[in-house]
């Protein structure tokens, strides 16, 4: 078959010109072997390059082969020298730390540190906590407290009240008579009523069988008490009381202040008769009284008008 060059229609090979549109068909035998011989040698240059490609796969394939086994070998010396210089090392040098241990104690350190604070930051809700509990408690037991001493002071100014109210009540704080607890020991009246006249009953108003209570209203309280010849004597200024069981006046004397033994020696002379330190004073022994000096120190201490004694 020939194909017109021209319109490219299929001719048989003995026509001359294109049964189609009558071109010459003699160059297209020329041309068509000229094609089919290009195509016959394309195709052989085609397989002559299929052969040379499979050639060139091979080598490169032996080529790859050879390479891997070269680096195999360099990988396995490069991994054997540093393995003997490690050996070597060792010999020489102590093996170099974990550095995975450093981790590990970086890891623990972290954890104590946190656990520290945790702890700090308990203990110090803690304290926190426990200091208002304190103070809420403080502060109910100073309630408590100050509520307590409100009611103690207010029982205390009852007392004082009730106590302020008793001393009104005391007839000794606004005496009656006073004045008659001062007595001169010098004076003529005291000569002639107390050391020259039976005087055992009392004395400026005071006498035997009052209360003490008659008698604090009349002279106040007492300043504190005074040793006479048998008893122990409450004193009223210059007078001495001694009171019985029953609170009633046993015995008045007089206690005078400042007097001493040898200032009432000169005033009354010498004593009749001594005992001891004390004075007695009975120049008449049938006037039934005798008067008792007791003295302690050069100090006159009590004057006694008592029954008179036996010499």
Same mark, same amino acid.
């Given at each position: 078959?020939?194909?017109?060059? @021209?319109?490219?229609?299929?001719?048989?090979? +003995?026509?001359?010109?294109?049964?189609?549109?009558? *071109?010459?068909?003699?160059?297209?035998? *020329?041309?068509?072997?000229?094609?089919?011989?290009?195509?016959? !040698?394309?195709?052989?240059?085609?397989?002559? %390059?299929?052969?040379?490609?499979? *050639?060139?796969?091979?080598? @490169?394939?032996?080529?790859?082969?050879?390479?891997?086994?070269?680096?195999?070998?360099?990988?396995?010396?490069?991994?054997?020298?540093?393995?003997?210089?490690?050996?070597?090392?060792?010999?020489? &040098?102590?093996?170099?730390? /974990?550095?995975?241990?450093?981790?590990?104690?970086?890891?623990?350190?972290?954890?104590?540190?946190?656990?520290?604070?945790?702890?700090?930051?308990?203990?110090?809700?803690?304290?926190?906590?426990?200091?208002?509990?304190?103070?809420?408690?403080?502060?109910?037991?100073?309630?408590?407290?100050?509520?307590?001493?409100?009611?103690?002071?207010?029982?205390?100014?009852?007392?004082?009240?009730?106590?302020?109210?008793?001393? %009104?009540?005391?007839?000794?704080?606004?005496?009656?008579?006073?004045?008659?607890?001062?007595?001169?020991?010098?004076?003529?009246?005291?000569?002639?009523?107390?050391?020259?006249?039976?005087?055992?009953?009392?004395?400026?108003?005071?006498?035997?069988?009052?209360?003490?209570?008659?008698? !604090?209203?009349?002279?106040?309280?007492?300043?504190?008490?005074?040793?006479?010849?048998?008893?122990?004597?409450?004193? &009223?200024?210059?007078?001495?009381?001694?009171?019985?069981?029953? /609170?009633?006046?046993?015995?008045?004397?007089? *206690?005078?202040?400042?007097?001493?033994?040898?200032? &009432?020696?000169?005033?009354?002379?010498?004593?009749? %008769?001594? !005992?001891?330190? /004390?004075?007695?004073?009975?120049?008449?022994?049938?006037? @039934?009284?005798?008067?008792?000096?007791?003295?302690?120190?050069?100090?006159?201490?009590?004057? !006694? +008008?008592?029954?008179?004694?036996?010499?």
């Amino acid at each position: 078959m020939v194909f017109c060059t @021209n319109c490219g229609h299929k001719n048989s090979e +003995n026509q001359k010109f294109c049964v189609n549109c009558g *071109a010459p068909l003699r160059n297209a035998n *020329a041309s068509q072997q000229a094609s089919h011989k290009q195509d016959k !040698e394309e195709t052989q240059s085609q397989h002559h %390059d299929s052969q040379h490609a499979s *050639a060139q796969q091979q080598h @490169n394939q032996g080529g790859h082969q050879d390479h891997a086994r070269h680096t195999t070998q360099s990988s396995a010396s490069q991994s054997h020298e540093p393995h003997q210089q490690t050996r070597q090392a060792s010999h020489t &040098y102590q093996q170099e730390p /974990d550095k995975r241990g450093g981790s590990k104690v970086w890891i623990v350190i972290s954890t104590i540190i946190f656990l520290a604070i945790l702890a700090a930051l308990i203990f110090g809700a803690y304290k926190l906590y426990d200091h208002y509990t304190n103070k809420s408690d403080d502060h109910k037991q100073s309630q408590h407290a100050s509520k307590k001493d409100s009611n103690k002071s207010k029982s205390s100014d009852s007392d004082d009240s009730s106590s302020n109210k008793d001393k %009104d009540d005391d007839p000794a704080d606004n005496p009656t008579d006073p004045d008659a607890a001062k007595v001169n020991v010098f004076s003529d009246h005291f000569d002639k009523n107390y050391m020259k006249a039976p005087s055992k009953q009392g004395y400026n108003g005071i006498n035997n069988g009052m209360t003490r209570e008659q008698v !604090e209203k009349k002279l106040g309280h007492p300043e504190g008490e005074v040793d006479g010849r048998d008893h122990v004597f409450k004193q &009223y200024h210059d007078l001495a009381v001694y009171y019985n069981d029953d /609170d009633e006046v046993e015995q008045v004397a007089i *206690a005078p202040h400042g007097v001493s033994k040898s200032e &009432y020696i000169d005033v009354y002379s010498e004593p009749d %008769d001594h !005992e001891g330190d /004390d004075l007695v004073y009975d120049s008449d022994t049938t006037n @039934n009284f005798s008067v008792v000096v007791t003295v302690d120190g050069g100090s006159v201490k009590t004057i !006694e +008008n008592i029954d008179q004694l036996d010499r």
